[in-house]
């Protein structure tokens, strides 16, 4: 009676706690980040281009964590899930940080035109959007072809939550360094962006006046998001052979901040419960 039970135990964690509080919050997320996405969409509201890529890109995190539902406990994963897990999870901190900077640059370039009466140009924005998901596959694939190159190390992480390349530095390093990278950039950006704003008071508060397509509230809402949820990120480096379950679920907060603090809650209960007056919604709605 003892011997399956026992085996069970060493071919999965024993921690089922951290698990299922892992799962929880991942799958949370996930939820919140689809409906934000699904209402702004088919409600009609103002969302900026790069609004959509940072909650996708958000999402792709969480949907990346959740691959490996139901191969957490018991018997190691498939080999070729295993693999696929790892590189989208060493992948997914890099697209979620990309997103987060062009999000930033999109901003700062909405400022710029209020500021200055200048018309944006959506062609940048269309070009840089294409950084998420080249910065997301060169990490997938190089990850992929480190673990396929031994296949050994392709292993469950002690705690379950996901796969990972053991003892493989270079797929870390590369998430590491590109996430840095993208939240110093996005540092950077945001530091002029307050430059711009506390030089140009008198012209900001008549921007408020008018009513002008810079959205201020989500730039603060970013600097609060860069400073708290954006270090958690670059624990992703240091955590991604670690075993504290502490730090574990830390990962799961990361989409869940992005869908609450860029999610405008107030607007999706206005589309599920204000259906008597569409236009006046519609014209109500800020963008985001």
């Given at each position: 009676?003892?011997g399956p039970s026992q085996l069970f135990r060493r071919a999965g964690p024993d ?166 990278i993208f939240l110093a950039a996005m540092l950077l950006m945001e530091v002029i ?96």
């Amino acid at each position: 009676m003892d011997g399956p039970s026992q085996l069970f135990r060493r071919a999965g964690p024993d921690d089922l706690t951290t698990i299922v509080v892992f799962d929880t919050i991942i799958a949370i997320s996930f939820f919140i980040l689809i409906v934000n996405v699904l209402v702004a969409w088919f409600g009609g509201m103002q969302r900026i281009k790069t609004w959509y890529l940072l909650q996708l890109a958000a999402a792709g995190y969480a949907l990346s964590f959740a691959m490996l539902l139901g191969h957490q406990t018991g018997p190691e994963p498939p080999l070729q899930f295993c693999a696929m897990s790892a590189a989208l999870i060493y992948a997914a901190p890099v697209g979620a940080s990309s997103a987060t900077l062009f999000f930033v640059i999109e901003l700062h370039l909405r400022l710029s035109s209020a500021l200055f009466s200048r018309t944006m140009s959506n062609k940048f924005i269309y070009w840089v959007a294409w950084g998420i998901p080249l910065s997301h596959g060169v990490v997938f694939w190089t990850a992929l072809l480190v673990g396929l190159s031994d296949v050994s190390k392709i292993q469950r992480d002690p705690t379950g939550i996901y796969c990972h390349v053991a003892d493989a530095k270079l797929p870390t390093l590369m998430t590491g360094t590109l996430v840095i990278i993208f939240l110093a950039a996005m540092l950077l950006m945001e530091v002029i962006t307050i430059v711009h704003l506390v030089r140009q008071q008198a012209m900001v508060r008549q921007l408020r006046i008018r009513g002008s397509d810079f959205p201020l509230s989500l730039f603060i809402r970013m600097v609060v998001f860069t400073f708290f949820a954006g270090f958690a990120i670059v624990l992703v480096d240091v955590v991604m052979n670690a075993t504290n379950a502490t730090i574990i679920i830390m990962l799961s907060f990361i989409p869940l901040s992005i869908a609450l603090v860029f999610g405008t809650q107030a607007e999706l209960l206005q589309v599920f419960f204000c259906h008597g007056n569409r236009d006046k919604r519609l014209s109500d709605s800020t963008m985001v």
